[in-house]
């Protein structure tokens, strides 16, 4: 899977790309993370990528043309699943988002800045738009690094234990068990006994019950029909 993004502060991202489970990703060939400096393409003397606001008000706004020169710079050089914008009033993105995106080939991700790039391009060349959650960052880098590493560790061969991704919080829904490792007693901290046991179906049930609980306690909204413990509102139709 290749993941091209586009961002002003291309300095920013090299950090989170050059550790980790990314880095191992990469060296494995498994993934490919380019990232493009937009101001490359800007505009004049100064490379400009932002201008005023059209009606005035506070704040730049990202021009159409460092944008589009850039995309079709890569798009002459590959096929693109979704060209993805990041965003604070895009979709909220979750585990099943993840998941989709993983399956992708190739992706493009803009990462917005000031007060937000020209609306065309969202309406000509963006085939999503994602928020990381309900507040604003100063730039869309931080959330495209969010997504890029819950997209990556998806990928078949890049985490060491094949199942791990499979048994993380979210992917059947449910939040994960408790997890614990030796000492099995830590000055009177003990271990829950079944785990010690060495039953492989009690094991599995004892994990199974412990989601449920911890998600009915902690994320009611994800149990379908749950009442929300917090305002008392049925979610059901969630
Ligand atoms: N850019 C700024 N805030 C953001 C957010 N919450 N999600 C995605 N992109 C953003």
């Not at 979709?91 to 992706?107: R, T």
């Not at 060491?160 to 009177?188: C, I, W």
């Not at 019950?209 to 994800?222: H, K, M």
């Amino acid at each position: 899977m290749r993941i091209d993004i586009i961002t002003v502060l291309p300095g920013l991202l090299e950090g989170p790309f050059s550790h980790s489970i990314l880095k191992r990703a990469e060296d494995k060939g498994l993934a490919e993370v380019r990232l493009h400096d937009l101001r490359k393409y800007g505009i004049g003397k100064q490379r400009n990528v932002d201008d005023y606001a059209f009606g005035g008000g506070a704040g730049m706004v990202m021009m159409i043309e460092p944008i589009i020169n850039c995309m079709t710079d890569l798009k002459s050089q590959r096929q693109y699943d979704e060209v993805i914008y990041m965003t604070p009033d895009g979709d909220s993105f979750n585990q099943s988002m993840a998941n989709k995106l993983s399956l992708k080939k190739n992706l493009i991700i803009l990462c917005g800045h000031y007060k937000g790039v020209d609306e065309r391009v969202r309406e000509h060349l963006i085939t999503r738009e994602i928020s990381i959650g309900d507040f604003v960052l100063s730039g869309g880098e931080l959330a495209a690094a969010v997504v890029t590493d819950a997209i990556i560790r998806l990928l078949p061969g890049v985490l060491n234990d094949e199942t791990s991704a499979l048994t993380d919080s979210f992917q059947d829904g449910l939040l994960a068990p408790p997890v614990y490792t030796r000492p099995a007693d830590f000055d009177g901290w003990k271990v829950p006994e079944v785990l010690l046991s060495g039953h492989a179906a009690n094991i599995e049930s004892w994990r199974f019950e412990q989601s449920v609980r911890r998600t009915r306690e902690r994320r009611p909204d994800l149990i379908a029909g749950g009442i929300s413990a917090e305002k008392g509102d049925n979610i059901e139709e969630r």
